[in-house]
């Protein structure tokens, strides 16, 4: 029985553990940079995390399954609070997720901001290949998402007949 259920389980200090896991996750996800996690924010990177590890424990320790079912249900709360603040709060959204960064600007390659997001040139030339620009003046931005993802931004031709419309930077960061 006491695999289900313990009294020596400490519910309380797992719910307030779950908190502090979370928030350390996402500091060393925001420290280590967008690119060391791509396709996940900061945010889902935590969770994902927290909930495998707490899922391993689960099955593979002495830690019954009550304790497990309390902590991940203690982890979606935290998320459904997180979720609730930043829309509530957008200083917490900025605080908690990357922002976008602009690492091109037309044809100009911007470097410091190639430095500041760790990726190198060659990186980028890459996604410019992939995204089968012929040459820098087809480009009308480059973007590094919140996601890790690269987004390039360009014309079809070299002579950018075609309209840009520069909403679509917005949200964007460029560091000066």
């Not at 896991?21 to 994902?48: C, E, P």
């Not at 459904?80 to 997720?97: C, D, E, G, V």
């Not at 922002?99 to 100009?108: E, I, R, S, W």
């Amino acid at each position: 029985m006491n695999w289900i259920y313990s009294s020596n389980d400490p519910l309380f200090q797992t719910l307030i553990g779950c908190f502090i896991i979370f928030v350390v996750i996402i500091i060393f996800t925001r420290i280590s940079g967008l690119r060391a996690f791509a396709k996940f924010t900061a945010y889902d990177f935590a969770f994902t995390v927290a909930i495998g590890s707490i899922i391993s424990s689960t099955l593979t320790s002495s830690t019954s399954l009550a304790h497990g079912a309390i902590a991940i249900g203690g982890l979606l709360l935290i998320t459904l609070i997180f979720s609730y603040l930043q829309r509530k709060f957008p200083a917490l959204s900025r605080l908690i997720s990357n922002a976008a960064l602009l690492l091109m600007d037309g044809n100009t390659i911007l470097h410091e901001n190639l430095k500041n997001a760790r990726i190198e040139e060659n990186q980028l030339i890459t996604k410019l290949r992939e995204a089968n620009v012929l040459n820098y003046d087809q480009v009308f931005a480059v973007v590094l998402e919140a996601t890790g993802d690269i987004s390039v931004l360009h014309a079809a031709d070299s002579n950018k007949n075609e309209r840009f419309d520069k909403k679509l930077l917005s949200g964007v960061r460029k560091i000066p």
